[in-house]
Nanobody, 122 residues
Framework: QVQLVESGGGLVQAGGSLRLSCTAS????????MGWFRQTPGKEREFVAA????????DYADFVKGRFTISRDNAENTVYLRMNSLKPEDTAVYFC???????????????WGQGTQVSVSS
């Protein structure tokens, strides 16, 4: 069992930066792929980024490449999403999730956090 808690969301102006954190409890974090997804009202949850258990593999959605960076600290049971050059269209609730394998599909993730709101003003 893995429990995930996100933090770091907030309101920022376009062009600004935020760093989201997701802290996990449970012994399997260091063996889990971790992903970030986001969701806006009326839309499906969409893939943002994922990182393998040892950080050796990373995957990003095209719309965040070059702006967002995913990283993890297994000693701290934490995964991060550094978001730079934020745009109003990045406004969403951001969720972290844990999986056995790296995937872009929400259905591939077994555990989810409660989400953190990111709002980007123009």
């Amino acid at each position: 069992q893995v429990q995930l808690v996100e933090s770091g969301g907030g309101l920022v102006q376009a062009g600004g930066s935020l760093r989201l954190s997701c802290t996990a409890s449970g012994r399997t974090f260091s063996r889990s792929t971790m992903g970030w997804f986001r969701q806006t009202p009326g839309k499906e949850r969409e893939f943002v980024a994922a990182i393998s258990w040892n950080g050796g593999s990373k995957d990003y959605a095209d719309f965040v490449k070059g702006r967002f960076t995913i990283s993890r600290d297994n000693a701290e049971n934490t995964v991060y999403l550094r978001m730079n050059s934020l745009k109003p269209e990045d406004t969403a609730v951001y969720f972290c999730a844990a999986s056995a394998l790296i995937s872009r599909y929400a259905s591939g993730y077994n555990y989810w956090g409660q989400g953190t709101q990111v709002s980007v003003s123009s």
